[in-house]
T-cell receptor
Framework: AQKVTQAQTEISVVEKEDVTLDCVYE???????LFWYKQPPSGELVFLIR??????QNEISGRYSWNFQKSTSSFNFTITASQVVDSAVYFC???????????FGAGTILRVKS | EAGVTQSPTHLIKTRGQQATLRCSPI?????VYWYQQALGLGLQFLLW???????NRGNFPPRFSGRQFPNYSSELNVNALELEDSALYLC?????????????FGPGTRLTVL
């Protein structure tokens, strides 16, 4: 069975601080896909990134960066110089090659204070 | 380009009634997914429809059902409502039916069962 663990329930930072959200996953599949979504108070899940299991390159997009390490089954997300608008619930998710079922972690609430 | 739309925004029903939730995918997307986000249970996969067919189903009782129409929009029906069905129901769509196709989410329907 697949499982995603986001051990940090809630994180509070002050604006401009860097923050890393942890994601650890479990799967027996050799081909799988990892995702991060952001859920602002409005409720809609906003897609941030998708990573394939065979592509361990880290990725940077503006203030966002992702560190994928198969050896530790982790897919961590870092926000550099956080802003108040980054306040949201962040979900890490996993799906295998077939079935299209996203398995989500419990989410991490990020609060960025000005 | 319009995103995934869902209606109604809020729905209040009493125990034992039936609820119908609607979803319109992003133009050009053929797959529609339904997820339940209940307090304390996180985001759970409900159903996946592609080209009018049910392709995958989560661990939910048969009173959760749905369908996809020829225009790719979808309905989720919940019969014999129970108090624990109160949740945010999120619909997502993807361009195709592969796990590599990113799922884009709508704003959700908040179902309250009294």
């Amino acid at each position: 069975a697949q499982k995603v663990t986001q051990a940090q329930t809630e994180i509070s930072v002050v604006e401009k601080e860097d923050v890393t959200l942890d994601c650890v996953y479990e799967t027996r599949d050799t081909t799988y896909y990892l995702f991060w979504y952001k859920q602002p108070p409005s409720g809609e899940l906003v897609f941030l990134i998708r990573r394939n299991s065979f592509d361990e390159q880290n990725e940077i997009s503006g203030r966002y960066s992702w560190n994928f390490q198969k050896s530790t089954s982790s897919f961590n997300f870092t926000i550099t110089a956080s802003q108040v608008v980054d306040s949201a619930v962040y979900f890490c998710a996993l799906t295998k090659e077939y079935g299209n079922k996203l398995v989500f972690g419990a989410g991490t609430i990020l609060r960025v204070k000005s | 380009e319009a995103g995934v739309t869902q209606s109604p925004t809020h729905l209040i029903k009493t125990r034992g009634q039936q609820a119908t939730l609607r979803c319109s995918p992003i133009s050009g997307h053929t797959s529609v997914y339904w997820y339940q986000q209940a307090l304390g249970l996180g985001l759970q996969f409900l159903l996946w429809y592609d080209e009018g067919e049910e392709r995958n189903r989560g661990n939910f009782p048969p009173r959760f059902s749905g369908r996809q129409f020829p225009n790719y929009s979808s309905e989720l029906n919940v019969n014999a409502l129970e108090l624990e069905d109160s949740a945010l129901y999120l619909c997502a769509s993807s361009f195709g039916g592969k796990s590599t196709d990113t799922q884009y989410f709508g704003p959700g329907t908040r179902l309250t069962v009294l």
